[in-house]
């Protein structure tokens, strides 16, 4: 029985030493892909990594406890061990030395002798010639450990360059509503005559209009069924790999969401030409710019948002070492990934996979908005079935201010 629970101590600290690290890696991860994206960590990251940290709290106070236990079994089996092999030495306990002939000399006496009935030249050369049987891996399926080496590959991006750009406000209702003002009041030059005419003539009056905005709270996510035995016996643990895709494709489709609402706008396209050229790509981004300040009469910032098929477009256009007469700071095909990648006549420029083929706004984040609250995991326990269930979600509303503020730019 002392053997049978040492065997089950280290074992389990194998277990829960496996987990801590998958924890460790997980959370490691998610470090690295903010890092990679040059971005802070979003809410919803910071979530999944309290949850990491909070399980490996859990896991280092069963590891100090299980870890003393099983080094004073180890400690006692060692001695056991030494114990025996002194004991075999003493009784002169040890396997015979391979048979080596220093000579062909030696060899030959030894034929001679086993010819002439010598039992003891008979026994060295039956151990000389004794073929040894060669083991395989393939003779020892069973003791041959099948690894699983790094983390899983898993090729997704999860970045959101717009919402970040615009920064996600938190939802305060399922339904919400925001004032715009639609007209302003009215000041304008007393009267219309000369100056004794305009003493004492009426004031120009103009009502202001506040009208208002109104957002509904749309859900997003979705959810997995995980055998209790897939969570037990996966390395790295399978049910980590899962909520981590859960809150990826969440993010894929709240990015897709507001990529969609960009879309809605109906404000006349700018062109900078089939054939486009630095100037041509410039001239178009200045006019934008005029028609979104008529628009949103310069609050907030712009952005230009493209889709990954047009920034090849305009990439080559703008070389990456700011030679002279460069309308922007010029695009490196090395940082091809979402997010902001290089600025064009002081515009920053963000490539996001959730806009459609083809797709680029110049936009100020005064016209358009992103409302979101996470709610993250959910998970419940299915006994009869020995299963999970584990569930990602939030609630997420993209909220176009002004139709103005958001101008289409097109290869025309």
């Not at 030959?108 to 002798?113: G, R, V």
């Not at 399978?238 to 489709?253: S, T």
Request: glycine share 8%; with cysteine; aromatic share 8%.
């Amino acid at each position: 029985m002392a053997g049978s629970n040492v065997s089950a101590n280290d074992e389990m600290i194998r277990r829960l030493e496996t987990e801590l690290r998958e924890k460790t890696t997980f959370a490691n991860e998610i470090v690295h892909r903010a890092q990679n994206a040059e971005r802070d960590l979003t809410d919803e990251e910071k979530v999944l990594i309290s949850e990491s940290r909070g399980r490996m709290a859990v896991l280092k106070d069963q590891l100090e406890t299980i870890e003393d236990v099983a080094r004073v079994s180890y400690e006692a089996a060692s001695r056991a061990r030494e114990v025996g092999q002194e004991i075999q030495m003493l009784k002169g306990r040890s396997e015979s030395s391979p048979v080596e002939y220093r000579s062909a000399g030696a060899f030959a006496l030894d034929t001679w002798k086993a010819a002439s009935g010598s039992r003891e030249a008979k026994d060295r050369l039956e151990m000389y010639y004794r073929a040894a049987d060669h083991n395989r891996t393939g003779d020892e399926p069973g003791v041959i450990p099948d690894p699983i080496v790094g983390p899983v590959i898993n090729f997704i991006d999860a970045a959101r360059p717009i919402v970040s750009t615009l920064g996600a406000r938190p939802m305060p209702y399922a339904t919400w509503h925001r004032p715009l003002v639609t007209q302003h009041t009215s000041v304008g030059k007393q009267g219309s005559a000369g100056a004794a005419a305009d003493e004492k003539a009426e004031l120009v009056s103009q009502k202001m209009t506040i009208t208002r905005l109104t957002g509904n709270a749309v859900t997003y996510g979705g959810y997995v069924n995980v055998s209790r035995q897939s969570i037990d016996f996966s390395q790295p643990g399978v049910l980590d790999i899962i909520i981590n895709d859960l809150a990826a494709q969440y993010a894929i489709d709240t990015e897709a969401a507001i990529a969609a609402a960009l879309a809605t706008t109906s404000t006349t396209a700018v062109g900078y030409g089939a054939t486009p050229t630095m100037a041509t790509v410039a001239a178009a981004v200045w006019k934008a710019v005029a028609e979104v300040y008529s628009a949103v009469r310069g609050q907030g910032t712009l952005f230009l948002a493209c889709a990954p098929d047009v920034l090849p477009v305009f990439g080559p256009l703008f070389a990456p070492y700011g030679p002279f007469n460069q309308q922007g700071q010029g695009f490196l095909a090395n940082d091809f990934a979402q997010g902001v990648m290089g600025v064009i006549s002081g515009v920053k420029t963000v490539m996001s996979a959730g806009l459609s083929s083809g797709e680029a706004f110049l936009a100020s984040t005064a016209a358009i908005e992103a409302y979101e609250q996470r709610v993250g995991t959910l998970q419940v326990v299915e006994p009869s079935v020995m299963g999970l269930q584990v569930a990602y979600a939030g609630y997420f509303t993209p909220l176009k201010v002004i139709d103005g503020g958001i101008v289409p730019l097109t290869a025309s």
